[in-house]
């Protein structure tokens, strides 16, 4: 017994759901051309999972969706992305700012509250980048017409014609596809900056996407009346009028398996460290640090975000050779990341006697590895 | 398994093979557990085999053909083609030669090839129709490459991760179920690599009868296989009795041709090329880079019958789109009228050797819009242009040249031509045609003409007629310069033969303002100004 109330303009399901009835068949039954979805998660992963389970499930030949989405502080790579190279994962893990990969391509972006997250969903045949960003423009003109806010061709929004507001990338399946953008309205622009700052770009050599960095500027910056819920509100609308739809704004939770078969499972495999950083292509960090006054140098190639090869390079008598060895192919084959070096080395050290003297040193030596992970 | 008893009683077992097969992978993780693949790799997922219908998989097997599938990637959109590859000699042809355009979405500026990733444990997988079988990002989006047919993937040629993936790549390979996939063999690449070849202008190809030096015999099959795809017969080797080029022959060739080199090698052959085709380096594919498109999977060539299967979309440009309305509209409501004249440059070409012992350069073309102009002033009444209901008498005399640059035909205004003198008619034309190529003209600068002249002299053509550009009132279309020997009645010696330089230019005029009549007496002018330059006025 699906309990749907249809109201004016909003329409929340409830928990209660027929026998085999998902949200695609719901959508059918809705049966209008165009369906305006907000989502009422603010996880990232719930919200990329909803993306990819209406890209699947929904037969979107007939029909065009927005989906309008905003996420608690995160930040988002995409698909061929290099991690170490696009954000300051250190700086992240201090402030609790988790990483999340997409499955679109494109650049890495900073969201929060202060941001809106649009997907079109259209078949491939209507696919039409340039379309979907004349709705934004067209709606923050429609609320303020003396914003200067224009798409380029590489399908960013600048404002007054220098500061990027929204980034734009799209994936293309088999019968469908989706293209979303983001939308600065609010966001908090300094930890966006510091946080999309590498601090070991320089060391790492990859085939990885890069990103192009842009000037910044939040909406609010140019008219404090401008909010995301506004904004939000004036693009539903322009969405309607630009395609010609009226259909409802449905707020869907994506947490709800039971209307999205499937969907849990898909999350968990957005949050598996597999894709999140397993996903990178293969790159090489060559860096040389200070440790305790002498200038060791790392080499290490990591594939699949394991390390496949590493060497270190420390001057003479520092450590015992076939320690350094040992340490070395400790750290192959495992994963390029803090906890798993910090595991490994502590084990490393259990096994092995030796001196304090050295130990010291191997603790360092680990710190300055897990600084470049 | 009760469900399973009757399958076991059919003498068909390869139902049971497929079915079990299937439950054992529902069974576990597809994937997961078995290989050392990422878990939850969606987008580059090997479905599990499709449930083909036993019927099908016996026809296959009955076949008895090892079919190796290719899987290439191509321009702004991503092509898979599938071709077979023969590994024994077979007489029967056998070739499936399969292009998906997996990719046509509207938007994409084509910027170029990003990345590819293929999931690197597939090797041996089975595939169906419609699995997702790589992702390729490009353009800020990420598009999933499907593959088109049932089969395994054998080998993957282009490791995941690689960025910068030429057009035209051969990604992995496939081989149609049944075969053994350890076994598949390499097509030969060096035919692959596109239109990286520098651009040679096409060989003009000698008629074949000029470099038959053998009497040349097609079964009527062999004709109509080799004539559909463009091929060179002496290539073919006969097996025939008496040296009969059989169908058989010219399929070898149809099939080594694509194996070797995919583009139609018609007018590539200009010495009798060595009897293998397979020596792609020698002969330069004479399609692709002249176009740009790339060489495989075979495209159609404008004026080559079209290869089977094939269609090119070219986009048409913001400029081409306008030129091609504006032509339509032109041939379709001017009545156009004709009529041509024969000029004799012999006065020209000696003023222009004089004037370039003086350093001045200038050229033929410079001369005819002079003497166009210059009769344009004299005979205003065709000085006009269409107004809606009736001749409209123009006061300027602006002369279009028509320019051909890559974004289409461009015809940049000389204005005032009558008045200025030939040195700077040649300097602006000049100016004018190299701002047409740069693209960077100024809308004043092409909007306004009243007089259109178009010159293919310089590509050999002898004489043709343009279409009138509206709403000027008439365009004329010079020929080439050729050398005539013809009977000189004026000589006071009586009539002697002399060589003369002509051109042929044919005015079309909208038959509403410049009718024959008046067209015929305009010629007259021009000629009459062309073959006397000093009494028009110039230098």
């Known amino acids: ?373 | 398994m009760c469900h399973y008893r009757h399958l076991l009683e059919s003498n068909n077992c390869y139902i049971l093979q497929c079915v079990i097969f299937f439950s054992i992978y529902a069974l576990f993780d597809y994937g997961a557990a078995a290989r050392d693949r990422p878990a939850g790799g969606a987008d580059v997922r090997i479905r599990s085999p499709s449930l083909r219908s036993a019927a099908e998989k016996k026809a296959l097997r009955e076949k008895g053909t090892a079919m190796a599938a290719s899987i290439r990637l191509g321009r702004r959109s991503v092509f898979v083609a599938l071709r077979a590859i023969k590994p024994n000699k077979l007489t029967a042809q056998n070739r499936l030669i399969i292009q998906n355009k997996c990719q046509r979405a509207a938007g994409w500026t084509g910027s170029g090839f990003r990345h590819l990733f293929v999931s690197p444990s597939v090797c041996g997988d089975e595939v169906a129709a419609g699995d997702a079988l790589c992702e390729i990002e490009t353009d800020k989006a990420v598009v999933i490459m499907e593959s088109s047919d049932d089969g395994i993937l054998a080998k993957i040629l282009v490791q995941e991760g690689s960025r910068g993936v030429r057009l035209g790549t051969l990604i992995a390979l496939m081989v149609s179920e049944g075969e053994d996939w350890k076994q598949v063999e390499v097509p030969a690449l060096e035919a692959a690599t596109p239109a990286a070849a520098p651009p040679t202008a096409a060989d003009p190809a000698p008629p074949l009868a000029a470099s038959a030096l053998k009497q040349l015999r097609l079964s009527p099959a062999a004709r109509h296989i080799l004539d559909t795809h463009g091929l060179d017969p002496h290539l073919a080797k006969a097996t025939g009795p008496r040296g009969l080029i059989t169908k058989e022959d010219a399929l070898k060739l149809l099939d080594q041709s694509d194996k070797g080199r995919p583009a139609p090698p018609a007018a590539a052959l200009a010495p009798p090329a060595p009897p293998a085709p397979p020596a792609p380096l020698t002969v330069a594919p004479p399609v692709a880079p002249s176009t740009g498109r790339p060489t495989f999977p075979p495209v159609s060539v404008p004026g080559k019958p079209g290869t089977p299967g094939t269609f090119t979309e070219i986009p048409a440009s913001n400029v081409r789109r306008v030129i091609a309305q504006r032509l339509t509209q032109s041939k379709s409501t001017i009545p156009h009228a004709y009529a041509s004249v024969d000029c004799d440059l012999g006065a020209v070409m000696k003023l222009r050797k004089q004037l370039a012992t003086e350093n001045v350069k200038v050229s033929v073309n410079d001369f005819i819009i002079k003497a166009a102009a210059v009769s344009l002033r004299e005979m205003p009444e065709v000085n006009v242009m269409w107004s809606g209901d009736g001749p409209q008498a123009l006061d300027f005399i602006h002369i279009s040249m028509a320019v051909a640059t890559p974004r289409g035909l461009m015809t940049p205004i000389i204005k005032d031509a009558a008045n200025k003198g030939l040195q700077e008619i040649a300097a602006t034309a000049k100016a004018l045609a190299q701002k047409a190529r740069d693209g960077k003209l100024l809308p004043e600068e092409y909007q306004g003409g009243s007089f259109s002249i178009s010159n293919l002299g310089m590509l050999g053509i002898s004489e043709f007629s343009a279409v009138i550009n509206p709403p000027q009132a008439c365009i004329l279309a010079v020929g080439g310069t050729r050398a005539e020997l013809r009977l000189a009645p004026q000589s006071p010696d009586g009539p002697v033969l002399r060589t003369q330089q002509l051109i042929t230019v044919t005015l079309s005029s909208d038959g509403r303002l410049v009718d024959d009549e008046l067209a015929s007496r305009f010629l007259e002018k021009f000629r009459t100004n062309l073959e006397q330059p000093q009494r028009a006025g110039l230098p």
């Open chain 1, 1 to 373: 017994m699906m309990i749907l109330r249809l109201s004016n303009r909003a329409c929340v399901l409830s928990r209660s759901v027929r026998l085999k009835s998902t949200l695609s068949t719901f959508f059918d039954e809705v049966g209008k051309a165009g369906i305006i979805l907000k989502s009422a998660s603010t996880g990232i992963f719930e919200n990329l999972a909803l993306e990819d389970w209406i890209h699947d499930h929904v037969d979107l030949q007939n029909r065009s969706m927005l989906l309008l989405w905003r996420n608690s502080p995160v930040v988002v790579i995409g698909r061929h992305q290099n991690p170490w190279q696009e954000c300051n994962l250190p700086l992240m893990r201090q402030l609790g700012i988790p990483l999340a990969r997409r499955r679109s391509g494109g650049g890495t972006v900073f969201h929060d509250f202060g941001n809106i997250n649009m997907t079109f969903f259209t078949s491939k045949k209507k696919y039409d980048r340039h379309r979907n960003l004349k709705v934004v423009t067209r709606a923050l003109k429609a609320l303020r017409p003396n914003l200067d806010v224009a798409a380029t061709d590489r399908f960013d929004i600048l404002l007054n014609g220098h500061y990027k507001i929204s980034g734009t990338a799209a994936k293309l399946g088999r019968t469908s596809a989706y293209h979303h953008c983001t939308l600065l309205c609010s966001v908090n622009r300094s930890v966006l900056s510091t946080v999309l700052k590498s601090n070991i770009s320089e060391v790492i050599k990859s085939n990885a996407t890069p990103s192009v960095p842009s000037p910044v500027k939040n909406l609010l910056d140019v008219d404090p009346t401008l909010d995301s819920s506004t904004i939000m509100d004036a693009i539903a609308s322009q969405y309607n009028n630009e395609f010609g739809f009226d259909g409802p704004v449905i707020t869907v939770d994506p947490t709800h398996e039971a209307l999205m078969p499937g969907i849990h499972k898909m999350a968990q495999d957005l949050q598996t460290w597999e894709w999140i950083y397993g996903r990178t292509p293969k790159f090489s960090v060559c860096t040389s640090l200070v440790v305790d006054d002498v200038t060791i140098k790392f080499d290490m190639d990591i594939k699949n975000g394991t390390v496949e090869q590493c060497a270190i390079e420390i001057p003479e008598g520092w450590l015992p050779p076939e320690m350094v060895n040992e340490f070395t192919s400790t750290l192959n084959g495992s994963k390029y990341c803090p906890n798993e070096t910090a595991v490994l080395v502590a084990a490393f050290m259990r096994t092995r006697s030796m001196t304090e003297d050295v130990a010291e040193k191997i603790h360092r030596l680990c710190a300055a590895v897990v600084s470049v992970m």
